[in-house]
């Protein structure tokens, strides 16, 4: 079967270079129309009205026509010399470029072969030299290849600790370095996803497709989603704390849909969502807590349709609502808590508090969204 990288390979635009005679065709008529343009500027700029004939020419009008015939053929040359300069230059660069891909399709391959040994130490090895390849890869596409290939591994089945069969030492301890593995992953993510966009480093605007990954833990605090496309659809937080406080989210599209809160704890506090589109539909809060603590919906869409808070608590304190971009329309509440007292700012559709309709029990808005009177 082909192989992501190979896949790009095959399917990436290698340079190409018109031939030699229509580039120089093309060369001389760009000069010869330039050479046009700047001589009818200059006659109009003398104001001449015609020109004077002569039937005889001295000696020093015809050195300057033999001058002229000169510089008229050594300009020829050099537009030649540069042409062919400029393509010697392309393909030198173009052949700098293959030999970057095959250095960095030969390195791909080990690392790739080195996340199937069975010692989670040659593992993690595989999984820190596919973020060395994606920092220096010599494309785009290459990049987003490695990128791949590390979300696919937290896309394996993986049970977790609370399956492990009981009092098995070994099954246990093969958890455990699986579990450091998918966490240095999830690691190294978040910290590539703090780097500025201008950073040669930085794995903004990259897709990750992390659909039904299975997270016990995990960071992506600080992290800023620019660009691209992020999928957590169908994902289960099961265990232990889930951070994505302080992250921004402000550009590109990231999906919650469908996901599982069942762990200890998700932490989305002080989070900005000022751009792009995040998607919580369907999502479902289904036991332990979920923090919106000090988040900022500020711009873009935020959307919790068809969200279900069926367990568990999910704080939105102190959370400010700067724009109507926050949709709870068609969000179910069948037990747990959702907390809104202290929430500020403009009132999320599908929260409108109607004068003599109770809320939900669970759910707890502040008195400035009541309409008057209520």
């Not at 099954?171 to 590539?192: G, K, N, P, Q």
């Not at 700067?322 to 069948?334: G, H, I, K, M, P």
């Amino acid at each position: 079967m082909e192989s992501p990288s190979s896949r790009h390979l095959t399917e990436r635009r290698w340079l190409r270079l018109w031939p030699v005679g229509t580039a120089l065709a093309l060369t001389f008529t760009a000069a010869v129309l330039v050479a046009a343009a700047v001589f009818y500027t200059g006659w109009d700029l003398l104001g001449a009205r015609g020109l004077k004939p002569e039937r005889r020419i001295d000696s020093t009008t015809l050195f300057d026509l033999v001058k002229l015939s000169f510089g008229v053929v050594a300009g020829a040359g050099a537009l030649v010399a540069l042409v062919v300069a400029y393509r010697r230059q392309r393909v030198d660069e173009d052949g700098a470029l293959r030999e970057a891909t095959r250095l960095h399709t030969e390195h791909f391959t080990t690392a790739v072969s080195q996340l199937g040994d069975d010692s989670a130490a040659v593992r993690l090895g595989g999984v820190q030299a596919l973020a060395g390849l994606a920092d220096d890869a010599p494309t785009r596409e290459l990049r987003q290849t490695c990128l791949d290939v590390l979300c696919s591994y937290l896309r394996l089945p993986y049970i977790a600790e609370a399956d492990l069969p009981a009092n098995d030492a070994q099954a246990r301890h093969a958890y455990l370095a699986l579990r450091e593995v998918r966490h240095t992953i999830i690691r190294l993510i978040r910290d590539h996803l703090r780097l500025a966009p201008e950073h040669p480093h930085s794995w903004q605007g990259h897709d990750f497709d992390l659909t039904a990954v299975r997270f016990d833990g995990g960071d992506f605090s600080s992290a800023h989603f620019s660009g691209g496309t992020v999928d957590f659809s169908d994902a289960e937080f099961s265990g232990g704390t889930i951070g994505f406080s302080r992250a921004r989210f402000s550009g590109g599209t990231v999906y919650f849909s469908d996901v599982e809160f069942s762990g200890e704890m998700a932490l989305f506090g002080n989070t900005e969502f000022s751009g792009g589109k995040v998607d919580f539909n369907g999502v479902e809060f289904s036991s332990g807590s979920v923090h919106f603590i000090g988040a900022k919906f500020s711009g873009g869409t935020v959307y919790f349709g068809n969200a279900k808070f069926s367990g568990g608590t999910v704080y939105f304190i102190d959370v400010e609502f700067s724009r109507e971009t926050v949709d709870f329309r068609e969000a179910q509440l069948s037990g747990g808590t959702v907390d809104f007292s202290s929430a500020n700012g403009v009132v999320p559709d599908g929260l409108n508090p109607v004068h003599g309709v109770a809320l939900p029990s669970g759910l707890s808005l502040p008195s400035a969204w009541y309409p008057a009177g209520a």
